[in-house]
């Protein structure tokens, strides 16, 4: 399956930004899906992840109240709501899905447990 992120830009601190992860197989409501970031200089990090049932889901604990991820498996996307963002966060963020059409309705949180990588949205957070 092919990934494609979308969504990123430049945003003043405290604004929004919502990301997109769109598909291109129609199977993409079966795949766990989630959402990385990395600064520059620093390593990948997780930030949210959902099953493919759209529940259970999961947010990086620095990230809870701030960031929510949510899933539309009619469309084939998955969305990373960003609000109140902050100088901090700017980052290319990644999204990452996991086939569970032969099993599994979890999420993942570590990298190396997911199949397939979209490119990459640039976020620039400006104070």
């Known amino acids: 399956v092919q990934l494609q992120a979308s969504g990123g830009g430049l945003v003043q601190a405290g604004g929004s930004l919502r990301l997109s992860c769109a598909a291109s197989d129609g199977t993409f409501s079966r795949y766990a899906t989630g959402w990385f970031r990395q600064a520059p200089g620093k390593e990948r990090e997780f930030v949210a992840a959902?099953?493919?049932?759209?529940?259970?889901?999961y947010h990086a604990n620095s990230l809870r109240g701030r960031f929510t991820i949510s899933r539309d498996n009619a469309k084939n996307t998955v969305d990373l709501q960003m609000n109140n963002l902050k100088p901090e966060d700017t980052a290319v963020y990644y999204c990452?899905?996991?086939?569970?059409?032969?099993?599994?309705?979890?999420?993942?949180?570590?990298?190396?447990?997911?199949?397939?990588w979209g490119q990459g949205t640039l976020v620039t957070v400006s104070s």
């Open positions: 959902i099953s493919w049932r759209g529940s259970p889901r």
């Open positions: 990452a899905a996991k086939d569970q059409r032969f099993g599994g309705s979890a999420y993942y949180t570590e990298a190396v447990q997911y199949d397939y």
